[in-house]
């Protein structure tokens, strides 16, 4: 049978297996076992076994699961509520400023813990009832969180942006100085969307709030200044060279550990085991989707699909930006429906190629990949972010925190243009602190 027609093949039976709701690692084990089966027998199963835990003897996974315990520390502690307030109390007076403050919280607190989930669960929790509060529609409120949300999977240290890495062998440091940026943008234009649609709506902005003293600002400052100090400590390392990734990612968590057990009196065994638990179940789950990845991947090489579908791409006679369209269009639709960490080890070592065939810049082409995974968590059906935003606020319909969310996906597409029209944004930041990508 033609490799394509296998590929198609493969495609459609994926998305009916993980339709079902089947873990996706599992899904993608069984997907890779039958096809093996069809059409190599038996035998080609005789490697399972060496092939899935081959996936997972890589050193810089290490750094996985320490930085999930560095996100689930800061989660699990009031570090979100005093940097929502910090925020707040500095930001009081400004024309907006509450707004600005929640979105600016979720970009902080998003790199904090590297979830979107979470973040929108801390910050959401305070923020929008606020905004209620103070007369902003609920569209815009929820929106607005949800969308923040999403920027835990682009501004570093990224749980998204180290599977990126692993996959295609490219730097996990450069990888996160190249986030930076792109974070950063896509941070004011939720910014600027969430200030002219209140005002569109006739909020006036009007100051509802007590003026804060300077004491009353700078008394939260001593609570959320050392988790920001970890950042800039943590991609420091990393981008001079000082520690590896699992390095970085370790004296991350030891310190974000120790800060919660000093600043929040998060000590006692049962919390900290607490902490320790989830961050064992979320990274067993993220390994072992990379494990069966990596048998997925054995599988579609082994029945010539990877080598057949790239050779396809290649001798399509269009331009680069057409080609770079319909990969964008590609990734957006199988964001619909997959997590971000599947369709990194899916897609990104058979696009990798042709993308740098093409002329792409391979850590530009993550941080596009990113951004389209981050539409996808405000996208149904899957939208894990609307779905926790919903938990938040049940009173909100699902269909207006997707109304509200949808302004911020055409701000996320906006910012895929820029990227385009001036890749710099995601290139110039590594170049001038790394040196040029080798």
């Known amino acids: 049978m033609d490799p394509l027609i296998i590929g198609v093949l493969i495609a459609v039976l994926t998305i009916v297996v993980l339709a079902t709701g089947i873990p996706v690692a599992f899904g993608l084990g069984l997907v890779s076992v039958g096809f093996l089966l069809a059409f190599e027998g038996a035998d ?39 940097l929502y307030l910090a925020l707040d109390r500095w930001l009081n007076r400004v024309p907006g400023g509450l707004i600005i403050s929640n979105i600016g919280a979720c970009s902080v607190f998003a790199a904090l813990s590297g979830s979107s989930p979470a973040t929108c669960a801390a910050i959401g929790k305070m923020g929008i009832p606020e905004m209620r509060e103070r007369g902003f529609p609920d569209g815009l409120a929820t929106g607005a969180i949800a969308a923040g949300g999403t920027l835990g999977i682009l501004i570093p240290p990224s749980i998204t942006m180290i599977v990126y890495g692993i996959a295609t062998e490219t730097s996990i440091g450069r990888l996160f100085i190249a986030g930076l940026l792109p974070g950063l943008m896509l941070t004011v234009l939720f910014m600027a969307w969430s200030l002219y649609t209140a005002w569109r709506h006739g909020y006036s902005f009007a100051d509802l709030s007590k003026r ?13 200044l050392p988790f920001l100090a970890i950042i800039v400590g943590v991609l420091y390392v990393l981008y001079g060279g000082v520690a590896t990734p699992s390095e970085a990612a370790g004296v991350g968590a030891m310190f974000c550990l ?181």
């Open 44 to 82: 080609s199963l005789s490697i399972l076994g060496e092939t899935f835990f081959a996936g997972l003897a890589e050193f810089s996974l290490v750094s996985i699961p320490m930085f999930i315990v560095m996100g689930a520390a800061v989660a699990s502690s009031p570090a979100g509520k005093d």
């Open 212 to 224: 804060f003293t300077l004491r009353e600002k700078l008394e939260v400052l001593p609570r959320v």
């Open 258 to 438: 120790v800060l919660i057990a000093v600043i929040y009196r998060v000590w006692q065994p049962r919390r900290i085991w607490a902490i320790i638990s989830d961050s064992m179940k979320e990274s067993v789950m993220i390994l072992m989707i990379i494990a069966a990845s990596a048998l997925f991947a054995y599988m579609m090489s082994l029945l010539f699909v990877t080598q057949s579908v790239a050779e396809y791409i290649a001798t399509m006679d269009v331009n680069r930006w057409v080609l770079m369209g319909m990969i964008n269009v590609f990734l957006l639709v199988a964001g619909f429906f997959l997590p971000p960490v599947a369709v990194i080890l899916m897609t990104a070592p058979i696009l990798l190629p042709i993308i740098e065939g093409a002329g792409f810049d391979p850590y530009w082409f993550a941080v596009v990949l990113t951004i389209n995974m981050e539409i996808g968590l405000i996208t149904p059906p899957v939208g894990l972010n609307l779905y926790v935003i919903n938990g938040i606020v049940p009173d909100v319909s699902l269909p207006t925190i997707l109304k509200g969310a949808l302004p911020f996906m055409l701000c996320m597409v906006l910012g895929i243009v820029l990227l385009c029209i001036f890749p710099e944004i995601a290139t110039w930041l590594p170049t001038y602190l790394m040196g040029p990508a080798i």
